[in-house]
């Protein structure tokens, strides 16, 4: 798998851009990247895929560092974000696209909600249904990435994949300056049960977690 630095992540991944904003996509690349190249240990999870963008970032970040398993959970259903935009199904597509047109396809995608893939992680299910054992299988998250956009479901998808994340890992959310979406609630909840610190997050769009028990 090919290596590539920050600024040649971001030139890739704007090739293939077709959102509004180019600021905002600098900005996650930029906070996407680093934060996956510095994991050590578990697994990278993004909550809210879309065009995959995001976890293109978060694939190219872990090559340069450590190289852990990348996935991405989205159900494609055609929801709607904070601001009432509606995400259409071909939205599929366009992901297997991007990630193939990356060389990224080391992606592993779930598709179904956030919610329903952090109630069944690691399930004996899950773990019958990819044909593995307990003892072959990374299950502890050492990145969370949340990026639904959807203030409806926020909360539920934080606490359904919080169990999951191992000591330490690290828990980052976007739109942090949007109050509508609500993970700037969520985040304050979390730290309130003392199961979460806040760390100094060097982009004020996104806030940045840490497990501590």
Known sequence: MKVLSLQETHDVILDIFTGPSVEALNRRVVMLYNLAKNVEKGVIVELGTHHGYGAIALAF????????????????????????????????????????????????????????????????AYLNKHNVGPAHFVYKVGLLYIDTGNAETTKYD????????????????????????????????????????????????????????
């Not at 159900?75 to 990630?99: A, E, H, L």
């Not at 606490?159 to 999951?164: L, M, Q, R, T, V």
């Not at 959310?173 to 730290?191: E, H, L, P, S, Y």
Request: charge should be neutral; glycine fraction near 8%; hydrophobic fraction near 40%.
């Open 61 to 124: 970040g872990t090559r340069a560092g450590h190289n852990r398993p990348v996935y991405t959970v989205d159900d494609y259903v055609g929801r709607k974000d904070w601001i009432r935009t509606k995400y259409p199904p071909s939205d599929y597509n366009t992901f297997q696209n991007n990630i193939a047109a990356t060389g990224t396809t080391e992606i592993i995608h779930i598709k179904k909600s956030a919610f329903d893939a952090g109630a069944e992680w690691c399930t004996d």
């Open 158 to 213: 934080f606490w359904a994949w919080a169990p999951h994340i191992m000591k330490g890992g690290i828990v980052a959310m976007r739109d942090t300056n949007a109050r509508n979406v609500g993970t700037d609630i969520v985040a304050k909840q979390a730290v309130k049960t003392g199961q979460f610190g806040e760390l100094d997050s060097p982009d004020a769009w996104f806030v940045i977690l840490e497990k501590i028990v």
